[in-house]
């Protein structure tokens, strides 16, 4: 999956937004040479709605105290999760639970990334 954007391409995109876009408890952990940190559910919803393959679905799982971290998953197990490099341990996926997205549509941040990534008018 990360073929289609490229993770240095999806680095470059999160570094031009920085720390802005990020909830208040994640600004704080984000730096430059860690720039998916706290963007799992932006970069997931940016992967669901343009780019990954039918049949996958958002999931969340807890990663200690009130942190959480959002990945896409099928029902055959394949896990879509390019934000991983956030985390210096191996994730156990099968700790996430199908979770839908906040709204219907992509979001405001992750329109943004997608217009960054240019992928806009990107087809599933």
């Known amino acids: 999956m990360t073929d289609l954007i490229g ?11 920085g720390n802005k876009q990020l909830k208040p408890k994640y600004k704080d952990q984000w730096t430059p040479e860690r720039p998916t940190t706290g963007y799992c559910y932006v ?6 709605h343009h780019l990954a393959p039918e049949g996958y679905r958002p999931h969340v ?18 896990v879509i999760d390019l934000t991983d490099d956030q985390f ?33 008018n990107a087809i599933r």
């Open 7 to 17: 993770r240095q391409r999806l680095h470059d995109a999160l570094r031009q937004i």
């Open 43 to 48: 970069v997931a919803e940016v992967v669901f």
């Open 61 to 78: 799982m807890k990663t200690g105290g009130d942190y959480t971290h959002w990945f896409l998953k099928n029902a055959e197990g394949s």
């Open 88 to 120: 210096d341990c191996e994730l156990d996926y099968s700790q996430g639970k199908p979770q839908n997205f906040m709204t219907k549509e992509i979001s405001k941040r992750g329109r943004m990334l997608a217009d960054l990534l240019d992928l806009r």
